[in-house]
């Protein structure tokens, strides 16, 4: 395991330039038109593809990275391209994440491919947990999935929501409940082929922010899957919902909340876009700040102006800080015994909100308008504070570790 550094290697600069180069040249000049069409940009995808940018082996080297930098630095610079497009071409590695936490060789290696697709016909794939009445209690989560033991299959019913590429996805992979008794002990991941029937796209939300990204409802009714869909298979799911069920006659542990155990992990990923988007927004009032001459000099020789950038730029170094930290214990092994994961997440989502708000304050008029891209950073910087577990939800977790 490397030491930890705060200094790129040659390989990651080269990286970073890489992706910065596609952020600036491809996504930004696209940004403005996706976010008003709000609709998934399926050319920038494909550009991605073709670059090897949208693909599995591109996110397992930075997964794999060592040093534990390589996927925040890349969430950063697509996320400073452009949240909503960047949403859209990150959206799919959730679904693969949950496949690769959970499934079988053989799983993986039938389905991941799948949800990528290849440069001549790119395809996404969608991570179905929320639900309408179940967002971050995931214990009181409604879809049912039953096992038909005749058949081998199994039959899911429930409504899905907040899913990224539902609906539009070629593979969805779908967290079910297969003991309701057990709470998020029992439940379980499965895969829903293509074109099964049952799977259908529900509303389509219109968003506030992120719009270049879709989002819907997911409805399940009746859908029946292989056997061999279940990750982990069965033998695995029954062994673990024994345990579970031996524990709970025992009285033992508090059922853990899933949603919070699960995305730990992935919080600095979110954490590395709000910094990207922060950072995005930063620079253009900077910029503005430089060049925008006001009673004869330039804004920025005006203090109180020239603080507010001071700030900004200390926020945004320090939420990267806590997110490398955070990104290199969980490559290390580490247990975050202060909620590190979260705390990197909870940081950073809320300087993006502050920052991009003082963008806008720093462009004056220009930046509330649509000419400019503060105005959309804006937008798109709210929801790091709401999804993978709002800031009360981070507080709360952070809060239950110091308290131990």
């Known amino acids: 395991m490397g030491e930890f550094t705060l200094e790129l290697n040659e390989d990651q600069k080269q990286v970073r330039d890489w992706l910065h180069g596609f952020a600036a040249d491809v996504m930004r000049p696209a940004a403005a038109e996706w976010d008003e069409r709000e609709e998934t940009p399926w050319p920038i995808i494909q550009e991605a593809a073709k670059l090897g940018i949208y693909s599995l082996d591109f996110y397992a080297q930075q997964f794999f990275d060592p040093t534990g930098l390589g996927i925040p630095m890349a969430m950063e610079e697509l996320f400073w391209g452009d949240a909503g497009i960047a949403l859209s071409i990150v959206g799919t590695g959730l679904a693969a994440v949950g496949v690769l936490a959970n499934g079988t060789e053989e799983q993986i290696g039938t389905w991941v491919p799948q949800m990528y697709g290849d440069a001549n016909d790119v395809k996404v794939a969608a991570f179905c947990s929320s639900e309408p009445d179940a967002g971050s209690d995931v214990a009181s989560m409604r879809t049912r999935a039953v096992y038909d033991e005749a058949k081998d299959e199994w039959v899911l019913n429930g409504t899905k929501t907040w899913a990224t590429n539902g609906g539009i996805a070629n593979?969805?992979?779908?967290?079910?409940?297969?003991?309701?008794?057990?709470?998020?002990?029992?439940?379980?991941?499965?895969?829903?082929?293509?074109?099964?029937?049952?799977?259908?796209?529900?509303?389509?939300?219109?968003?506030?922010?992120?719009?270049?990204?879709?989002?819907?409802?997911v409805v399940l009714e009746d859908v029946r899957i292989p056997g061999h869909c279940l990750?982990?298979?069965?033998?695995?799911?029954?062994?673990?919902?024994?345990?579970?069920?031996?524990?709970?006659?025992?009285?033992?542990?508090?059922?853990?909340?899933?949603?919070?155990?699960?995305?730990?992990?992935?919080?600095?990923?979110?954490?590395?876009?709000?910094?990207?988007?922060?950072?995005?927004?930063?620079?253009?009032?900077?910029?503005?700040?430089?060049?925008?001459?006001?009673?004869?000099?330039?804004?920025?020789?005006?203090?109180?102006?020239?603080?507010?950038?001071?700030?900004?730029?200390?926020?945004?170094?320090?939420?990267r800080l806590l997110v490398w930290r955070a990104s290199w214990m969980a490559t290390a092994g580490k247990p975050f015994t202060a909620a590190e994961g979260s705390m990197s997440k909870l940081y950073a989502s809320e300087v993006a909100k502050k920052v991009t708000a003082q963008a806008i304050q720093i462009l004056g008029g220009n930046g509330y308008t649509r000419e400019y891209p503060v105005e959309r950073m804006h937008r798109d910087a709210a929801i790091y504070t709401i999804f993978e577990g709002t800031s009360e939800i981070q507080r709360m977790v952070i809060s239950r570790a110091l308290a131990k």
């Open 231 to 319: 990750l982990g298979g069965k033998d695995k799911l029954d062994e673990r919902l024994a345990r579970a069920r031996e524990k709970a006659k025992a009285g033992g542990e508090r059922v853990k909340n899933a949603a919070m155990a699960t995305f730990e992990a992935s919080r600095p990923a979110v954490g590395a876009m709000a910094v990207g988007t922060a950072r995005a927004a930063y620079e253009v009032a900077l910029d503005y700040a430089k060049t925008r001459v006001q009673f004869g000099r330039p804004i920025i020789e005006n203090q109180g102006v020239a603080f507010q950038l001071a700030d900004m730029a200390t926020q945004i170094d320090a939420a």
């Open 171 to 217: 593979v969805h992979v779908v967290v079910a409940v297969v003991d309701a008794e057990l709470g998020s002990k029992g439940h379980a991941s499965f895969i829903v082929p293509p074109n099964t029937p049952g799977l259908s796209q529900g509303q389509k939300f219109q968003k506030h922010g992120i719009r270049a990204s879709h989002t819907a409802e």
